[in-house]
Structures are given as structure tokens and as C-alpha cells.
């Protein structure tokens, strides 16, 4: 819809769904492509005469796709990292290049990352960052959570491997599922229980604002899908090690996959909240101050206004609105960086003309004492 951006292509190993997508949105700037992430020269390719490319593949994609934009001279952004330090390696063949990488810039990571960065500069000394996602769906004929409404393994990569904290200078180990607490989330979502997944936000976080204590990152799991997951990885249905069943060798977790619906399947049958809340606590002057920034849109929302699930619509706005700002010359740093790099007040604006409403929440303490 951006009149600042004249063509899309929109490049899938499925040539199929890329056409399915363009054909549904129906607008002529959009072209679909049959294209194979895992081949640089493909990619490179397609991409010679575009001035951005945002990767919404799986995170093991990533390098050859950042490979592909250093070999042609295009900027890049991608929604999620399996190593963000490996990428951030390439932040100086990216400068010498005259481009901008940014990585992890999704929802959360993303958006969590930004606000990060938007409440950390209204004080004046950090101690603590909270990062907290109320993502709640329901499906229509369905009784539990367990189905995703984004990549399918991510989610269940997220869930069981172990999740970081960072606190005081290093990083601290926990086992999946683990960190259990109860959220207030802003009304209308209120109390939930949440759980410590490992994400990217606890690792880039800390390089960009500086002297934090303590970053951590927590997800809403319903008790019910608690259950679940632990009757599946006792059984082994989340084993990726392949298994010989009537002669042919199949992976359990992919089993898991086929059987679950696709995140795109779900769109107009789900009700429910995407959200996050990022708190952040420390010093402004002499009193404390935690700083709670927050996110919510309903999928009945995002379906009604945008026709997707409002997961999808909060996923990838933050990309969007970037490569515009990209294309548009008003992003000038160059080099590889997570989105808490960014100054965050220009793009908060034009997220909020994007209908993401993004509100805070603010509470001072005693002053404190000399």
C-alpha cells in the first residue's frame, strides 16, 4: 500500500504460494518468484536490482542470505536469529559496503528490542529489562494452544532448548520451561503464567544499552499445553532423531509438524491477543522508575482491518516500516545491528501510522536518598 515502494517481489521455494499471495493481495506491484534460500547465487540474483531485502525465512537461512545482499549491494533485514553474534560478525563487511544489516526485526525480537530502547532513554540509569509476550490464541474446533501461529519450529525449537538470562556481566543457564512466574499483563489480558525461553533479545540487548544488570525474556504457556509437552518429549514425539516405522525412516517432530495446521490456515478462525510488554526498571534523577511499554491487537482485529492474524500483522510491520525508512535514505547507519541500535522515536511514529498502538505505563517510587 506505501507509495514510496514501486515493486515486491515475493520469492518462496513455492512458486505456488508466492503466487497464492500476491494473487490474494492483488495489487500489480508484486511479482512472485520461485527461489531457494540455501542458494546464494539464486538469491543474489533476484535480488540485483532491489534496494532491500527482508528475509522471513527460518534463521538458518540467514548467512547465505546476508551473503547473497554483500554480493549484489542490497540492505538487509531479517525477523529472527538462531546466532546473532555470528551475524553481527559481518557488521564491518557490511559498512565497507556502504549497507545496512538489521537482524531481529520481528515482533519480539523487534519490537521488544525497540521499546527496550525507547524506555532505557527516558531514564537515566538502567537496572533491569523485561521482556514479556502474552501471544494467546484460540482456534475454532480446537481445545488446546499448542498450534503456533508463527513458524512451527521456532516455536518448539524456543520451548525446548535452554533459555539465558543475563544478569550481572554474564549469562546464566536454565533448563527448558523453567523461570515460571505470574505476568500482569496490561487490561484486557491481565494475569498469566509465563515461562523463560531462550531468545535473542538476552544476548543483543546488553551490547547496545549499556551497564543493564539484568535482561530476560518470558513467554505465555497455558498450563494445558505445559502438559501436553511433556507427555510429547516423554513419548518422544519431539525427537528430531529419525525413527524406522513400516520400512521408512520419519523424524517424530516432523510427524508433529504435518499433523498441526500451518500458521496460514489459521487466519479468520482465530481469537485471541498478540502483545508484548517491556519493562524496564532503574533511576531517573533520584527516584526509581519502572517503565512498562506495551503492544496489544486482537486477531479478530488484524483480521477484520488487514485479513491476517494479528501475530502476522505485529511480525511483520516492524520490517516493513524499516525497509521504507531504508529505501527512503532516512536510515543512515551502516553495518550489521539488532534494532535497539536504532534510534527508536522515528520509528515508533510510523509504526503508530501503521496501527500498531504502542502505550506505557509509568511508576515512580519513594526518592531516593543521598
Known amino acids: 500500500m506505501s507509495e514510496e515502494v514501486s515493486e515486491v517481489i515475493l520469492a518462496d521455494k513455492n512458486y505456488d504460494r508466492a503466487k497464492k499471495v500476491a494473487s490474494?493481495?492483488?495489487?500489480r506491484k508484486l511479482i512472485p518468484r520461485r527461489v531457494n534460500a540455501a542458494n546464494i547465487q539464486q538469491v543474489a540474483n533476484l535480488a540485483k536490482n532491489v534496494d532491500v531485502l527482508i528475509?522471513?525465512?527460518l534463521p538458518r537461512f540467514n548467512i547465505q542470505l546476508m551473503k547473497a545482499c554483500l554480493e549484489v549491494g542490497?540492505?538487509?533485514?531479517?525477523?529472527?536469529?538462531?546466532?546473532p553474534d555470528l551475524q553481527l560478525k559481518f557488521h564491518e563487511k557490511f559498512k565497507d559496503e556502504g549497507l545496512t544489516g538489521i537482524i531481529c526485526l520481528g515482533e519480539d525480537p523487534g519490537l521488544s528490542n525497540i521499546f527496550a530502547r525507547y524506555a532505557s532513554d527516558q531514564l537515566t540509569k538502567v537496572e533491569s529489562i523485561k521482556i514479556r509476550d502474552c501471544e494467546s490464541s484460540i482456534v475454532k474446533g480446537m481445545r488446546s494452544h499448542l498450534t503456533p501461529l508463527f513458524s512451527k519450529e521456532v516455536y518448539f525449537n524456543e520451548l525446548f532448548e535452554a533459555a539465558y538470562i543475563y544478569q550481572n556481566g554474564r549469562y546464566r543457564k536454565l533448563p527448558p520451561l523453567s523461570g515460571y512466574e505470574e505476568y500482569d499483563f496490561p487490561t484486557p489480558i491481565n494475569r498469566l503464567p509465563v515461562y523463560a525461553v531462550s531468545h535473542e533479545e538476552v544476548f543483543t540487548i546488553p551490547k547496545y544499552i549499556k551497564d543493564v544488570k539484568y535482561v530476560d525474556f518470558k513467554l505465555f504457556i497455558p498450563s494445558e499445553v505445559v502438559q501436553i509437552l511433556k507427555v510429547l518429549k516423554v513419548i518422544g514425539l519431539l525427537s528430531k532423531k529419525r525413527v524406522r516405522v513400516d520400512g521408512q525412516e520419519i523424524t517424530p517432530l516432523k510427524v508433529l509438524f504435518a499433523v498441526l495446521p500451518d500458521p496460514e490456515e489459521l487466519v479468520g478462525k482465530v481469537s485471541g491477543y498478540a502483545g508484548i510488554a517491556v519493562e524496564v526498571q532503574g533511576k531517573k534523577g533520584r527516584k526509581r522508575v519502572k517503565y512498562v511499554i506495551y503492544t496489544l491487537m486482537s486477531h479478530e482485529e488484524a483480521y477484520r482491518e488487514f485479513g491476517t492474524t494479528a501475530t502476522a500483522y505485529l511480525t511483520g510491520t516492524p520490517p516493513a516500516v524499516i525497509a521504507i525508512m531504508l529505501g527512503e535514505g532516512e536510515i543512515k547507519a551502516r553495518g550489521v545491528y539488532s534494532p535497539e541500535y536504532l534510534s527508536p522515536n522515528p520509528i515508533?511514529?510510523?509504526l503508530e501510522e501503521y496501527d500498531i498502538q504502542i502505550h506505557s505505563i509509568i511508576t515512580e517510587e519513594t526518592t531516593l536518598t543521598l
Not at 490474494?24 to 495489487?27: F, M
Not at 542490497?74 to 546466532?83: Q, W
Request: proline share 0%; glycine share 4%.
Open 24 to 27: 490474494d493481495i492483488g495489487r
Open 55 to 57: 528475509n522471513a525465512t
Open 74 to 83: 542490497v540492505h538487509y533485514i531479517d525477523l529472527a536469529s538462531d546466532d
Open 348 to 350: 515508533l511514529q510510523k
